[in-house]
């Protein structure tokens, strides 16, 4: 559900009381310079037909906008970066009208650092009276969310699904986001397909379950 402008920057930013959808690369700021080039090339290149790749939400990300990307308060996100030893991060952003879908990943030094940043995201959202979250039924220790708020600008609602989780020493996040409410599918669909990249370009072959790493 990160799905409202990366500023046509990047990732929605549902942050606060999922007020915000937002796209990093538009605050305006010198970006911090990104760690692994290799790490946009994790994300999956397409989302079906309907949506186009805006590039310029698309691209590396340093610690600002990766702690703009997530769904939850800057402030707090770039705290759980940090002290989660963050390592750099990518994100790939499709447009379809004012709809956005955007696929995240964030790299930390280990499995369990990864595993970390991700229940942080998962515990914040269980918190949030304008969402819920889910166990995923196809994604290994994977968590669905959806969620209700309004553009960064507030001038209109907008509703967000998506999934988290981690793989190895990195975290992905896909957010779907529009003006109408969505299926959760969706959402669902485009996560299965980032975990079986994920699991390719870590292991080769074909994912299957359980997963081999947190």
């Known amino acids: 559900m990160l799905r409202t402008a990366l500023g046509v920057g990047f990732l929605t930013a549902l942050g606060g009381a999922l007020a915000a959808c937002a796209l990093p690369f538009d605050q305006g700021g010198a970006q911090a310079q990104p ?28 610690l600002d ?11 707090l996100t770039s705290e759980q970066l940090k002290a989660h030893g963050f390592r750099g991060a990518a994100a790939r952003v499709w447009r379809s009208g004012d709809d956005f879908i955007t696929l995240a990943v964030y790299a930390f030094p280990d499995d369990d650092a990864a595993r970390a940043f ?46 988290m989780f981690s793989f190895g020493p990195r975290a992905y996040l896909v957010d779907n ?26 292991f080769g072959g074909t994912a299957g379950s359980p997963s081999p790493g947190r």
Do not use: N, W
């Not at 760690?35 to 691209?59: I, M, N, W």
């Open 65 to 75: 906008e990766a702690a703009y990307s997530a769904p939850m308060p800057q402030g």
């Open 118 to 163: 991700v229940d942080s995201l998962v515990s914040y959202l269980a918190k949030d009276t304008l969402g819920e979250t889910y166990p995923s039924t196809h994604i290994p220790l994977g968590t669905g969310f959806e969620l209700t708020s309004t553009t960064k600008g507030g001038d209109r609602p907008i509703f967000c699904d998506g999934e």
């Open 35 to 62: 760690a692994d080039p290799a790490l946009l090339a994790l994300l999956v290149q397409s989302v079906g037909p309907g949506y186009q790749v805006d590039r310029r939400a698309t691209g590396l990300m340093g």
């Open 177 to 202: 986001c529009g003006s109408q409410p969505e299926s959760p599918a969706v959402a669902a669909d485009i996560a299965k397909s980032q975990y079986e990249r994920a699991f390719t370009a870590d």
